[in-house]
Nanobody, 125 residues
Framework: QVQLVESGGGSVQAGGSLRLSCVASEYTYRDYCMGWFRQAPGKEREAVALTRPLRFYTYYTDSVKGRFTLSQDNIKSTVYLQMNSLKPEDTAMYYC??????????????????WGQGTQVTVSS
């Protein structure tokens, strides 16, 4: 049973940094997509940073480019989201998500079969 467990959220002031972690257990797919979504109250879920390692491709939504970095530690089965220069508009619940095998592409939302419980990020001005 695949499980994704996030950690690292919290409250910071604008300009601060946080690093989110997502540990994936029992996850052995080869051609997969994995990464981070977020959802703020009253807003739709948004793809933030997603990767397809077999294709050496990582996607970032425009609003986080240059500030957020997605990375992986395959030995630890962990994906990270380093968030720098945080802004109040980054405030949201952040979710780790992963596809099954043969992900069609990072932005095929229906391919993400596994989701974590979410970790809250709050940025104050």
């Amino acid at each position: 049973q695949v499980q994704l467990v996030e950690s690292g959220g919290g409250s910071v002031q604008a300009g601060g940094s946080l690093r989110l972690s997502c540990v994936a257990s029992e996850y052995t797919y080869r051609d997969y997509c994995m990464g981070w979504f977020r959802q703020a109250p009253g807003k739709e879920r948004e793809a933030v940073a997603l990767t397809r390692p077999l294709r050496f491709y990582t996607y970032y939504t425009d609003s986080v480019k240059g500030r957020f970095t997605l990375s992986q530690d395959n030995i630890k089965s962990t994906v990270y989201l380093q968030m720098n220069s945080l802004k109040p508009e980054d405030t949201a619940m952040y979710y780790c998500a992963a596809s099954g095998d043969a992900c069609r592409g990072t932005l095929f939302i229906d391919d993400y079969k596994y989701w974590g419980q979410g970790t809250q990020v709050t940025v104050s001005s």
